[in-house]
């Protein structure tokens, strides 16, 4: 168990160590750093930025500070199955927040939680600019669009989600 | 010497260097402008927006904060004027929403006319002046406090809200909150801030506890001073001599 | 590619590329803005390349994929050159049956063609189409001509001939030439562009930056990402004449994470500029070097205010920093700083080109040139257009807009994102410019116009900007970050029923104490959506508070879902998609709602298309 760990925590270090030095070690990056760390993992773990901190020489108190502001990072693992809800002002006008609000109750998780079983990820973002589809769900890079409670339900049972969805629509 | 300038705050004629604030230079003719995230030590910061003034430079009349805005010559500051004061009780009436209690807020409030907030009370205690994040990084250089989050989820706080690994337990912030917020304390030789314990070192001459071992060994790493440099108090060490 | 070492080696290479776009080939121009591409136009493209290669057409018919078009509603867009035959809603499958009769053959497909909906006239060219009738596309409609990815493209139709142009000048000379045009920023507080030049210019200090601002945040306004999508080069082009006039030789452009292509796009440009001697050092041979490199943001929208970008480029967390100090003298690392948005940038090369005299005689004295607005919200033509200054709003709404969707009626009109006010019927009229909006409580902005009819709640919509605004305040200073909490609880009040008439002199009171105490602009214009519903439509808040009811049927607590027992049919539609089982009835009966357990999620008003489903 300690010997598989620790071999983990060697992989993430030479994966954020070969980052950093993509960047030639230059502190003024550290945004872009931890972008591609978020890319490379898919949130930011916490060995990451343990060796990021080190590696790049930042305290780990702006390390936290940017993780935490920056919306683009997330310290926990996302879902297997990513949804965004565009909740832009043409979005919101076209009932956005009643999208939300269903997809809240069907999986159980507000913005910007996962579900336990880690498969499901829901988070409202600000104006993607396709705001002729919107409302807009975006499931993991694919964008859906005009999108109503009763497509969101269809969407949803494609990818597994027990919801009763409307033949008709 | 540096140059002079002539300005007028409140319709005093007040000469200051130039490149001073505002607030400093009337601070020097005991003119009180209330503050609270301003500090002779800090950089200046502008986040409380307290030490808002009215000022007319060049016939144009705007509000600044007096802890950034600098002194220059002809410029006229009131520190008084209606729209300020409504600034002043606006911020007063939202941080007493955070911190309904500590004595120097109720009386820059009272000064203001304010007894309690407009706002519920939703007591957080800490008014994010950011002092203690600023001296820990600027005066003390170690960066083991900073802010988290964003809007009015921002908070203090230490590394992923663990136990902070760079804290040298110096202290620096606890003395420097405003509000008191910061909770240290020492008992039988460890001294617990930011919910961590710190060991202190002894006194070889005297056995008294007198500061924490790690912040004596950051003060001797950075002072490049010998081993056993601090094996004795200050005390100890002077009377030695 | 070999670099360009002069104006003149560009000049001929311009004269070859052009020359070898023959203007009669049958070629297909597909919109790949992001806008499109969310309708899945990228199989559409697929499919047109895999029907072409069948015919064994490679060589006869070129499939060109170009930048956005604007008209986003009416995507996926197709036009077939050189006939100009405009299709729209086209799908994936459609891509043989155009190449068969309208390239091949000469026949036009009727369902693919645009139909006017007042008149019902089918329109076949693009530039007849009133959505683009009525527009000036001068820095826009380039998007349709080239590949973004294709810098000969952009070269071939005039390209960098303004760089070549500003290289022969003195870099006083071009700074005069933009401070004629009287060209003002795009970006949000249109300050002057020229004197924004000059004073970095003249600032002491070294290295001096240019730097353009592609962290479009506002909700509801893109032009700036399909401006970087889809002619990456005009921006490239403006910072590069910028930075010559300026005496910079670092350079950056700051985009928002959100925007993917736009990143993609700028990155390959940047680099094909250099190939071809456009960037980096010796550019044309002048002696005169400069380079761009790109920062993506970390989704914050605060970071589209100046000295919370610099903090993020250099690392830091995007928190404003008060310096009473202009950007221009101190901005990036504290050094002089010239920073202007994508689409200020993109419309330097046409000053350039033809000159100030021609671009000041385009729109009013005041506010000069086209603006490019995002027509968003309930409006039939969604899209982005761009028109001269001073055009009036109704213009834009109903004679390039189309007016408002299912016959509803207008109610207002939100420019300048979440600083910016909501513009009632009774001012339609005014023209557009940056002064006009201001005199009316709204603003400029970067351009986003968010039309409502009345099915929008004004308190609703002012509660949604708050919201937005309290989550992307840095919390940094007391106003902003506490202010507009407060203010935003006050109008949950409101909405919720619960609010008092003393509630409105109150959000005032915060209101104007954010807007004199906040640090940034950001906390400084915040109140404005807030203070301008207030005073448009004081009513609909009174409403709220005396009645205890929404007007406009969407505040969930005061509103109710009933059956209305004349148009249902009983076809079970509601019953389906209620999630609470609240919707219940028999197949072909009346249908009823239960009060108690609706949750008031519209799902069954939604989903009803007989119109038997009440708000009130």
């Known amino acids: ?169 | 010497m540096a140059d002079m300038v002539t300005l007028t705050i409140d319709g005093r004629r007040v000469t200051a260097n130039a490149g001073t604030t505002i607030l400093e230079a009337a601070r020097d003719a005991n003119i009180d402008i209330p503050n609270l995230c301003s500090n002779e030590e800090l950089h200046p910061y502008g986040s409380c927006r307290l030490c808002m003034v009215e000022i007319t430079h060049k016939k144009r009349q705007r509000l600044v904060v007096s802890c950034i805005h600098e002194v220059a010559e002809g410029l006229e500051v009131k520190t008084a004027t209606e729209r300020v004061l409504n600034v002043r009780r606006l911020v007063m009436h939202l941080l007493l929403s955070r911190n309904s209690t500590h004595p120097r807020l109720r009386e820059i409030a009272a000064g203001l006319g304010i007894e309690k907030s407009m706002f519920p009370v939703d007591y957080k205690g800490c008014i994010l002046c950011g002092q203690c994040v600023r001296v820990c990084r600027e005066v003390v250089g170690v960066s083991a406090i900073g802010f988290k989050s964003r809007g009015d989820t921002r908070a203090v706080a230490t590394p992923f809200d663990e136990p902070p690994g760079d804290c040298i337990a110096c202290g620096s912030c606890h003395y420097v909150c405003p509000v008191g917020v910061i909770p240290m304390e020492e008992k039988d030789g460890v001294r617990r801030i930011w919910k961590t314990d710190f060991p202190m070192a002894k006194c070889s001459v005297c056995g008294k506890y007198f500061a924490p071992v790690k912040q004596l060994e950051y003060f001797r790493k950075i002072a490049n001073l010998p081993e056993n440099h601090f094996d004795t108090c200050v005390d100890c060490r002077s009377t030695k001599k | 590619m070999k670099k360009c070492k002069s104006a003149s080696e560009l000049a001929s290479l311009r004269e070859k590329l052009a020359a070898a776009r023959d203007p009669k080939k049958p070629t297909i121009v597909i919109c790949a803005g992001t806008g499109c591409l969310a309708y899945g136009t990228q199989k559409l493209i697929d499919n047109f390349r895999a029907e072409i290669a069948k015919r064994k057409l490679e060589g006869t018919v070129d499939v060109r994929t170009s930048g956005c078009h604007g008209f986003c509603e009416r995507g996926p867009l197709v036009v077939i050159q050189p006939k100009q035959i405009f299709y729209q809603h086209v799908k994936t499958e459609d891509a043989g049956e155009i190449i068969e009769k309208t390239i091949l053959g000469d026949a036009v497909i009727d369902r693919l063609v645009y139909r006017d909906p007042a008149t019902k006239e089918k329109i076949l060219h693009e530039h007849d189409v009133p959505f683009y009738k009525k527009q000036m596309r001068l820095i826009f409609g380039m998007n349709g001509q080239i590949d973004p990815r294709s810098i000969d493209d952009y070269i071939a139709i005039g390209g960098y001939a303004g760089l070549a142009k500003a290289l022969a000048m003195k870099p006083e000379h071009i700074v005069d030439e933009v401070t004629k045009a009287k060209l003002r920023g795009r970006g949000g507080g249109g300050f002057m562009t020229g004197w924004k030049w000059e004073s970095t210019a003249k600032a002491e200090g070294s290295p001096k930056y240019v730097i353009c601002n592609a962290d479009e945040g506002d909700p509801g306004a893109y032009m700036d990402r399909s401006l970087l999508e889809g002619n990456p080069h005009s921006v490239i082009e403006g910072m590069v004449i910028g930075a010559f006039a300026i005496g910079s030789s670092d350079g950056y452009i700051y985009v928002r994470n959100e925007y993917p292509l736009a990143v993609t796009n700028v990155t390959a440009a940047i680099e094909s500029a250099r190939a071809y001697g456009l960037l980096g050092e010796n550019i044309l041979g002048s002696g005169f070097s400069f380079d761009i490199k790109i920062n993506r943001g970390g989704g914050a929208f605060v970071c589209g205010e100046s000295s919370a970008l610099f903090a993020s480029i250099e690392g830091r967390a995007g928190e404003p920093r008060q310096k009473y100090v202009h950007a221009t003298d101190r901005g990036l690392y504290d050094k002089p700083t010239c920073l202007n948005n994508v689409e200020t940038w993109a419309n330097v090369p046409p000053i350039i080109v033809k000159g100030a005299e021609w671009y000041a005689s385009i729109g009013t004295p005041g506010s000069t040139g086209t603006k490019i607005f995002s027509l968003v919200g309930k409006i039939n033509n969604t899209g982005l257009v761009e028109v001269p200054m001073g055009i009036t709003l109704r213009e834009i709404v109903f004679g390039i807009g189309g007016g408002i969707p299912k016959g509803r009626k207008f109610k207002a009109i939100q420019t300048g994102g979440p600083s910016g006010g909501c513009i009632p019927e009774k001012h339609l009229d005014m023209p557009v410019d940056f002064d006009e909006l201001s005199k009316v409580g709204s603003m400029m902005g970067s351009g986003g116009m968010i039309v409502m009819d009345d099915r929008t709640c004004m308190v609703d919509v002012a509660k949604y900007f708050l919201k937005f605004l309290e989550q992307e305040s840095c919390g940094k200073c007391t106003p902003c970050r506490e202010g507009i909490y407060q203010m935003r609880t006050i109008l949950d009040r409101i909405s919720e029923g619960a609010g008092e008439e003393k509630d409105i002199e109150l959000l005032e009171w915060i209101g104007t104490g954010v807007i004199d105490g906040s640090l940034c602009a950001l906390g400084g214009t915040a109140p404005f959506p807030v203070l301008s519903t207030i005073k448009y439509f004081r009513d609909e808040y009174l409403a709220h508070i005396r009645d205890k009811k929404c007007p406009a049927g969407v505040c969930k607590k005061l509103i109710t879902f009933t059956v209305a027992a004349d148009n249902c049919t009983g076809c079970t539609a509601c019953a389906r998609v209620c999630p609470t089982k609240a919707a219940t009835g028999e197949k072909k009966k009346v249908h009823t709602i239960d009060q108690a357990t609706c949750i008031k999620c519209g799902a069954c008003f939604e989903a009803c298309k007989f119109d038997a489903i009440t708000i009130s």
């Open chain 1, 1 to 169: 168990m300690e010997a598989s760990r620790s071999k983990r925590n060697g992989a993430t270090e030479a994966k954020v160590s070969e980052i950093v030095a993509r960047y030639g070690h230059d502190k003024s990056f550290v945004i872009p750093i931890m972008q591609d760390i978020q890319r490379e993992f898919n949130y930011l773990p916490r060995e990451a930025l343990d060796a990021l901190s080190a590696s790049l020489g930042v305290p780990q108190s702006l390390v936290y500070h940017l993780a935490t502001f920056y919306r683009a990072f997330s310290l926990t693992p996302k879902g297997k199955y990513r949804l965004s809800l565009c909740l832009g002002t043409a979005c919101h006008v076209r009932g956005a927040p009643q999208i939300a609000d269903h997809i809240t109750r069907t999986l159980g998780i507000e913005s910007g939680e996962t579900t336990s079983d880690g498969e499901w990820s829901f988070e409202t973002v600000n104006c993607l600019g396709a705001c002729a589809l919107g409302p807009i769900l975006v499931v993991n890079e694919e964008y859906h669009g005009q999108i109503t409670i009763a497509k969101t339900n269809k969407v949803l049972a494609a990818l597994g989600k027990k919801v009763e969805t409307d033949e008709e629509v």
